[in-house]
């Protein structure tokens, strides 16, 4: 079994009738699938998409219609790829072509530039304090690689964390000597200020930096990115956040949390497309910051020095302006808020399954549009597979330490069905748990 859960069969997929399965849902809901010679239908304009008055159940089966999801699928894993809608999917291919006509303009500046623009109030920076990346981890090492460490220094992070943040600072344990402190998070934790208490107290005179995500990828825990970033300033401790899934997922303000540096990915709840990501760096500590490439800090620069990368995606980076605009017109608080209202359907249904242990808190503010969750001892591949196979929900297997489960993804391109479907389809299986307890050849 890979980590992304069991291999899908699009071919053996496509050749069942799904619509039957799930009771004849139109196929013109779920975005049409392009037959041979037909050109795929067009994305709205954005103005056709800005919700205008109650945002209900109708606006977003349009909004669900600028996707290009399979028939019938309920696609519930953007968590580590969300499908790209027609709007981003239509720039990627325009910019291709131009540049496969006129490659004399291939980096296109001034249109990064744009995109930087509309990314920073996105996210509650200046333009000056962001950079565009291919990715969470490329943030991540922007930052850990780019303060000057003595031996004997400490960084301190807690062990739900994902290698693309842990990774830079093993690096800089065996390169630089420094050292790693590393705290036990309950999973799920009592409250927000039980989580900064530990952090707190693990805090000691060498501690540099905090380095925490701030939705954790195993669990979906939540952590209070202001309260945290609050006390380590009290210690002069910086605080750099993993925020893979937040950027798209929440409602972001950077300045008003207070942290000195995030990196979030394009891919993945922004729908942006692969090779895509964010990395903001504080003003205040850029000149503590040097770059991967390139030269040292140097007065006047600003965060796209840390951009010195060569070449680039530029049809990836030009569509994550348009994944801006299309989640900018439906507007943020709306999106965070239908991503809580799927993620509390889902656990409060699981909560009622016998056999069902639940990972990730109930509590709005430990908790956002991650859920991990196990049943009965059954191998985490049976399930995702089992779930696949007999109900068309799509979700990974994820795990830890001792923190290992099926991990479902809840955003607004999801609908109430979807969910449901997917507690039916964990109904089933825990109550005919014997069938799925065989790991397959």
């Not at 600028?66 to 790829?81: K, P, R, W």
């Not at 790209?84 to 990064?112: F, G, H, Q, T, W």
């Not at 993620?343 to 249904?349: D, K, N, P, V």
Request: net charge negative; proline share 5%.
């Amino acid at each position: 079994m890979s980590s992304q859960g069991s291999r899908l069969s699009r071919r053996r997929f496509l050749g069942t009738s799904v619509a039957a399965a799930i009771g004849g849902v139109s196929s013109g809901l779920f975005g049409a699938r392009a037959e041979a010679g037909q050109r795929p239908t067009p994305a709205l304009p954005l103005a056709e998409l800005h919700p205008s008055g109650m945002v209900d159940e109708a606006y977003w089966w349009k909004v669900r219609s600028q996707f290009n999801i399979v028939d019938g699928l309920a696609f519930m894993n953007n968590g580590t790829q969300g499908p790209m809608p027609r709007v981003v999917l239509e720039k990627n291919e325009r910019i291709l072509r131009e540049i496969a006509e006129d490659p004399s303009d291939n980096y296109r500046r001034d249109d990064i530039n744009d995109v930087r623009a509309k990314v920073a109030p996105f996210v509650g920076a200046d333009p000056e304090e962001i950079a565009l990346t291919r990715s969470t981890s490329e943030g991540m090492n922007i930052f850990a690689h780019g303060l000057d460490w003595r031996e004997g220094d400490e960084a301190l992070m807690n062990s739900h964390e994902h290698g693309g943040g842990r990774g830079p600072y093993l690096s800089l344990m065996e390169r630089r000597g420094i050292n790693i402190n590393v705290i036990d998070i309950p999973a799920p934790p009592e409250s927000q200020e039980q989580i900064v208490d530990l952090y707190e107290q693990a805090i000691t005179p060498r501690t540099r930096a905090i380095m925490v995500s701030h939705i954790t990828y195993v669990t979906g825990l939540m952590t209070p990115i202001k309260l945290l970033s609050e006390m380590a300033h009290r210690h002069g401790v910086l605080v750099s956040v993993d925020g893979a899934h937040p950027l798209g997922m929440l409602d972001l303000d950077f300045h008003a949390m207070g942290c000195d540096h995030y990196s979030g990915a394009g891919q993945k709840w922004l729908l942006a497309g692969g090779g895509t990501g964010v990395c903001y760096v504080k003003r205040d500590v850029q000149d503590q910051v040097w770059p991967l490439m390139g030269g040292p800090p140097r007065e006047g620069a600003t965060a796209n020095r840390y951009e010195s990368v060569g070449q680039r995606n530029v049809p990836s980076l030009l569509g994550m302006g348009d994944a801006v605009d299309l989640q900018d017109t439906i507007g943020k608080r709306n999106i965070e808020e239908r991503d809580r209202q799927l993620s509390s359907r889902l656990r409060a249904g699981l909560q009622e399954i016998p056999g069902v242990h639940l990972w990730t808190s109930t509590d709005r503010g430990l908790s956002a549009g991650l859920t991990l969750f196990s049943v009965h001892d059954i191998p985490m591949g049976n399930v995702v597979r089992a779930l696949f196979d007999e109900f068309r929900v799509h979700i990974r297997t994820m795990g830890t330490g001792n923190l290992n489960g099926v991990r479902a993804s809840t955003h607004f391109y999801n609908m109430p069905h979807e969910v449901d479907r997917l507690l039916e389809g964990v109904r089933h299986i825990a109550a005919n748990s014997g069938n799925y307890m065989t790991t397959a050849a």
